[in-house]
Each structure stands twice: as C-alpha cells, then as structure tokens.
C-alpha cells in the first residue's frame, strides 16, 4: 500500500526564492528515506509563491518518520511553514 500527501503551500513573492530553496533541500533528503518512494516539488503556474508538493511513502508509518526526520524539522517546520500565507495537505492512501 502506498500512502500520499499532497501539499499546497503559497508564500509572498518576494519569499518565493527562500521557500523554493528550502524545499529543495527537502526534496534532497527526504529522497533518501528508506520508506521514501517519490518526492516531487513543482512551482504553480501563473501564481506567484505558490507551491505544490506530491510525496509518496511506502506506508504512514514512512509518512510520519519523514515528519520526525531533523531535515523536516530544519527545512520545513524551520524555514518554509513561517513564510507561508497559505498551508493545505490532503493525505491518501492507495486503493
């Protein structure tokens, strides 16, 4: 079974750089968890700041050991979450 998280987020233009970095650098580490199957960050077309994430795990238990990861503490919690003005996540689980 494979579990999903997609995530919206949407910062101030002039953030836009800071995040994009930060997610990276996510992007980066989290590809090299071990329940880790697919980490993928796209910029929004025509919205300025906006990003979306797709993220697939092997289970949820490999969704919440990403959460306890020290590069999403330090890149996510840290750096992207208080530049955002908007946050959504839809969590699925694979039929």
């Known amino acids: ?16 750089a800071a995040v994009r970095a930060a997610l990276l650098r996510a992007r980066q580490a989290t590809r090299t968890e071990p329940a880790n199957q697919l980490y993928e960050v796209h910029a ?8 979306l994430l797709y993220e697939r795990y092997d289970d949820a238990a490999g969704f919440e050991a990403h ?3 020290p590069h999403f503490e330090e890149q996510i919690v840290k750096t992207v979450w208080p530049l ?3 946050r959504s996540v839809t969590f699925a ?3």
């Open 1 to 16: 079974m494979a579990y999903a998280v997609v995530a919206h987020y949407r910062c101030a233009p002039a953030d836009e």
């Open 44 to 51: 929004v077309v025509d919205e300025p700041g906006g990003f």
């Open 67 to 69: 959460k306890a990861a």
């Open 84 to 86: 955002l003005t908007e």
């Open 93 to 95: 689980e694979a039929l």
